[in-house]
């Protein structure tokens, strides 16, 4: 993989290994080689391959095992994790990884880590199956353990160049200024040619969620969801609705989930009431997206499309929306995983023409498919 510094990904693996043995772990020089030849013919973006390669050949005592998983954790998984500003990790791979260790670092053979392994040991083995079974069908033991996942989802929004430019070496345009600097230190005689690029920042991101009686049974996990991705992002803007809109970007502030989705609670008046879409949407793009919230923005609604109101508001809430912001992400559980789905609401069918991506949004596959599609919506 190269001497340090050379590529991203060796520095990455080794600070892991620095990590370890700050940890009190013993990873010797040749450990680390074998780590490095392990992951030569493996994808350096995979968590889980990162994962096991590293088990597998810096781990020589059971009892460093839980050491080790929480080192993983902190460094590939953490907030302030190092290995996420170096590498493009896949939403995919991070979630995969973080089901591996939901479990958490307790003793071996303690009665707590027992307790644990029973509501939660199945996690590890058979994650493709619990990502795709509904939020509904759920047990309160799996909905903790899926929230402790949903929780290390990162979000990223798409990005758009702006009419800003950078120093770069291979933009498309001249840096005129660069290059009259240069050609005043060298006497008229610029030594290369310096160019610039247009800036990229990202789009904003808007979730709109309906907390409407239809959809008591999602509305706290996309809630949750709304919170990640308020963590991962500071451009992004949270709006519920029942029978009005309420913006709670400021209660999903909060870092803890509990405390954060308690406070957005308390601020939304109309939760599992009646259902507006079309009076909310309505009051979205006269109060917020005219105003320029969602320009070149993204917009995610979370619903069932099931609309108590007038549908030519609705019809034209949306026909606004569409011409205010860059894309109309429609969430609606009843999709589930039918690809041939097709709208039977009538507030879905009146919508319909105006949204650019279908999905569900009725467990965690969906919404992972979500996270990673984003990124693509230029």
Wanted: hydrophobic share 40%.
């Amino acid at each position: 993989m190269g001497e340090p510094g050379d590529d991203p990904f060796t520095d990455v693996l080794i600070g892991f290994t620095h990590e370890l043995r700050s940890a009190g772990l013993t990873v010797g020089t040749g450990d680390v080689l074998t780590y490095f030849a392990a992951m030569t013919p493996l994808d350096p973006t995979d968590l889980i391959d990162l994962y096991w390669a590293g088990k597998t050949t810096l781990l020589t005592r059971h009892e460093d095992h839980a050491v080790y998983d929480r080192v993983f954790r902190q460094y590939f998984l953490g907030e302030e994790s190092p290995a996420r500003t170096m590498l493009m990790i896949q939403p995919r791979s991070a979630l995969e990884a973080e089901a591996a260790l939901v479990l958490p670092a307790t003793e071996p053979g303690s009665e707590e880590d027992q307790q644990e392994r029973q509501a939660l040991g199945w996690m590890a083995s058979d994650v493709d199956a619990v990502k795709h079974r509904s939020f509904t069908e759920c047990t309160p033991e799996e909905l903790a353990a899926l929230r402790r996942i949903m929780t290390r989802m990162r979000l990223t929004p798409p990005r758009r160049r702006t009419r800003r430019t950078r120093t770069a070496k291979a933009g498309t345009d001249p840096d005129i200024r660069a290059i009259i600097r240069e050609s005043m230190r060298r006497l008229g005689e610029p030594s290369e040619l310096y160019l610039r690029e247009r800036k990229n920042k990202p789009r904003p991101l808007i979730l709109i969620l309906d907390v409407s009686g239809s959809m008591a049974d999602y509305s706290r996990q996309l809630l949750l969801f709304a919170h990640t991705a308020r963590r991962s992002s500071a451009r992004v803007e949270v709006f519920c609705f029942g029978t009005r809109l309420t913006r709670i970007t400021k209660e999903l502030a909060h870092q803890r989930p509990d405390a954060a989705l308690a406070q957005a609670a308390r601020t939304v008046v109309d939760w599992e009431g009646g259902t507006r879409i079309g009076a909310s949407l309505d009051t979205f793009v006269r109060k917020w997206a005219r105003g320029g919230l969602c320009r070149g923005g993204v917009v995610v609604i979370c619903s069932d499309g099931l609309d108590r109101g007038d549908p030519e508001v609705l019809a034209t809430a949306m026909e606004r929306l569409a011409r205010l912001c860059h894309r109309i992400v429609w969430l609606n559980p009843h999709k589930g995983d039918n690809r041939d789905f097709q709208p039977s609401t009538l507030g879905m069918m009146v919508a319909a023409p105006h949204i650019d991506l279908l999905l569900s949004g009725h467990d965690l596959a969906s919404l992972e498919e979500l996270a990673g599609t984003l990124p693509a919506l230029n």
